[in-house]
């Protein structure tokens, strides 16, 4: 296992960093679900949850949280990032959220990309808790990274 990169030589925190890296096209996608009932399943797709159309909210919650990453994580870069896609997906069980951001950096968009799906999990979540109380969120996770030089 190699070194943490965000400790210094004497074991304290420390934003690594990345001037002297090159410029990379970067791209990072998340994914995760939050289970619910068949009858808050039901509401969504109907649109009848009372707070709105969760899954747009949810959508438009998961971009703001990509661009507002750096406030929220000490010690990530911010970043300029060239897209941000937040897909919301009904299944049998729940809500998937899978998200994809893009950026030309000297380091990767993997936080932004898992915070856009956290942040659009938990929106489900407010959205509808008064109405299931047994949601579980889970199986937040990196689903791909990429990164090539930029010419």
């Known amino acids: 296992m190699g ?41 969504i797709r109907e649109n009848q949850v009372k707070k709105g159309d969760v899954l747009t909210v949810a959508q438009i919650a998961g971009i703001q949280a990509a661009k507002q990453t750096s406030s929220l994580i000490p010690l990530c870069h911010p970043l300029t990032i060239n897209k941000i896609d937040v897909k919301m997906e009904i299944t049998s069980e729940g809500v998937i959220a899978r998200s994809e951001v893009w950026c030309i950096g000297r380091t990767g968009v993997e936080m932004e990309a898992l915070t856009a799906v956290g942040i659009a999990l938990l929106t489900v979540y407010d959205m509808c808790k008064a109405v299931d109380k047994k949601m579980k969120i889970g199986e937040i996770r990196l689903l791909e990274k990429e990164k090539e030089y930029v010419e």
């Open 3 to 43: 070194k943490f990169s965000h400790v210094d030589y004497r074991g304290k925190v420390n934003m690594v960093d990345v001037g002297n890296k090159k410029l990379q096209q970067r791209r990072a996608v998340a994914g995760g679900t939050i289970f619910l009932s068949e009858e808050t399943l039901n509401l």
